[in-house]
């Protein structure tokens, strides 16, 4: 659905060089590994969190799947050219469609592939409608029955996803990313929810996140958790990577924008990919 934390090291000057060192290596490890992906096939699937719903300037030629030149996806192909690059990430996908519509472009020789998929299966963006237009209540009602649909049936159709990306490309890097919390706890909003509905909301996604990864680690795929990223960007924050509610565009509420995929998902999956 993370990360680029900025940390003060106040060390001795040794102990800042053994840093820069190892800061080196771990880049030097990063660019390998991504040039080893971009030698392959580059396959993006999942929701609108990769299509980038939110971020802009989509390519009119995928209608309503809205796919962005601004997510994460189109930037890691643009700054590593990979062999070949399918973007079929789709905005409303739920783990049905990504099997029946998107698996297409897999094969032996895909090397890389990232998805992001389980909120639309969970309800989502019914929980978010349930929560700006009706009471408290009913909002915490609907995130009960979501988190439940997260621990019953979700777990089964992620893994008939992940089993379905395995057999088409057995020798993929396969990247799964999560889903940001969407508000800063006693934040800047003054109006909207209250705060025990953006805690619930928040919790919910959390317990979504675990979930997806669990199931990726259990088939060997690698999760990116975008949390850590989005940390002081939510709603709330004064300085948010996501829409809130969109009157003019109801269907980017709730999607990070072009600083959420360029500063939060594209270093998250730059770094796992």
Not at 24 to 36: H, K, L, P, T
Not at 48 to 54: A, F, R
Not at 184 to 211: M, Q, W, Y
Request: glycine fraction near 12%; hydrophobic fraction near 35%; proline fraction near 3%.
């Amino acid at each position: 659905m993370r990360l680029s934390r900025i940390t003060a090291y106040m060390f001795s000057l040794l102990l800042a060089v053994a840093f820069a060192l190892t800061g080196a290596g771990v880049a030097q490890a990063d660019q390998s590994s991504g040039q080893r992906a971009a030698a392959t096939g580059y396959v993006a699937l999942g929701d609108s969190y990769s299509s980038g719903v939110g971020a802009g300037n989509y390519d009119s030629g995928s209608g309503d799947c809205k796919r962005s030149t601004r997510a994460y996806p189109a930037l890691w192909a643009a700054a590593h050219s990979p062999s070949s690059f399918n973007f079929v990430a789709c905005s409303g996908a739920r783990t049905g469609d990504v099997l029946s519509k998107q698996l297409g472009p897999l094969n032996s020789g895909t090397g890389l592939v990232s998805l992001s998929i389980g909120g639309n299966d969970a309800g989502f963006s019914d929980v978010m409608t349930t929560c700006v237009l009706q009471s408290e209540s009913n909002c915490l009602a609907r995130v009960d029955e979501a988190r439940k649909y997260v621990d019953s049936t979700l777990p089964g159709n992620l893994d008939k996803v992940y089993d379905a990306i395995r057999a088409k490309a057995p020798s993929a890097r396969v990247v799964v990313l999560g889903y940001p919390r969407f508000y800063k706890l006693n934040g800047s909003c003054t109006t909207g929810l209250s705060e025990r509905e953006r805690s619930a909301i928040n919790s919910a996604a959390d317990h979504l996140n675990s979930a997806t990864a669990k199931r990726a680690a259990d088939h060997g795929f690698t999760f990116g958790d975008v949390t850590g990223a989005f940390t002081g960007h939510e709603i709330c924050s004064g300085s948010a990577w996501l829409h809130s509610v969109n009157w003019l565009n109801i269907g980017e509420s709730y999607h990070p924008t072009a600083a959420g995929q360029s500063g939060g998902y594209l270093p998250v999956f730059t770094s796992a990919a």
